[in-house]
T-cell receptor, first 111, second 116 residues
Framework: DAKTTQPTSMDCAEGRAANLPCNHS???????VYWYRQIHSQGPQYIIH???NNETNEMASLIITEDRKSSTLILPHATLRDTAVYYC????????????FGKGTSLLVTP | GAVVSQHPSWVICKSGTSVKIECRSL??????MFWYRQFPKQSLMLMAT?????????EQGVEKDKFLINHASLTLSTLTVTSAHPEDSSFYIC????????????FGQGTRLTVV
């Protein structure tokens, strides 16, 4: 799996958009970008994934650059419940192997 | 999304005793389950991969005789921490992969183990 780089921590005001960046310059053509988050003392939660097109679901949007070397997870209207560690993971989509979690970005949403 | 249920959510045990943690896929059949361990302020570390009907594959540094994994059915995997010691205190999380073609991984709620 390609290596990813994320900022250690970020702050965001409640109600504003949270933009979480991820660099994955060594990504291969068949590797997807996945985002998971972990709220304190809970198991990780799937957010979204994409290959090269931008994706949107009820939780977030994923913007992948044209060269696929970086991406941004966007939480359009952050709430206090979005405070969590966000993990960007790059991997082959249908791989039977486990997810390899890096250090992630600790997002703090403030009132 | 699919649901993975982990039990118990937390457990306190005495040093030297064994503790069993269950991981169930509630609405899908999981041919593969994964067990992770997470120490405070650290990321999840994979301990082992469990395939239904076969022996688990352990990551380097994880003692297979201490962390017994059983995956006897397509909906249940168990992790038994044998002869637990205080250094085994951690947050244990299971994950299940669905049918072939599934691209998501589903996680249990985690089990907080405290060994006293």
């Amino acid at each position: 799996d390609a290596k990813t780089t994320q900022p250690t921590s970020m702050d965001c005001a409640e109600g504003r958009a949270a933009n979480l960046p991820c660099n994955h310059s060594t990504i291969s053509g068949n590797e997807y970008v996945y985002w998971y988050r972990q709220i304190h003392s809970q198991g990780p939660q799937y957010i979204i994934h994409g290959l090269k097109n931008n994706e949107t679901n009820e939780m977030a949007s994923l913007i992948i650059t044209e060269d696929r070397k970086s991406s941004t997870l966007i939480l359009p209207h952050a709430t206090l419940r979005d405070t969590a560690v966000y993990y960007c993971i790059v991997r082959v989509g249908d791989s039977g192997y486990a997810l390899n979690f890096g250090k992630g970005t600790s997002l703090l949403v403030t009132p | 999304g699919a649901v993975v249920s982990q039990h118990p959510s937390w457990v306190i045990c005495k040093s030297g005793t064994s503790v069993k943690i269950e991981c169930r896929s509630l609405d899908f059949q999981a041919t593969t389950m994964f067990w992770y361990r997470q120490f405070p302020k650290q990321s999840l570390m994979l301990m082992a991969t469990s395939n239904e009907g076969s022996k688990a594959t352990y990551e380097q540094g994880v003692e297979k005789d201490k962390f017994l994994i059983n995956h006897a059915s397509l909906t249940l995997s168990t992790l038994t921490v044998t002869s637990a010691h205080p250094e085994d205190s951690s947050f244990y999380i299971c994950s299940a992969r669905g049918e072939v073609g599934s691209t998501e991984a589903f996680f249990g709620q985690g089990t907080r183990l405290t060994v006293v």
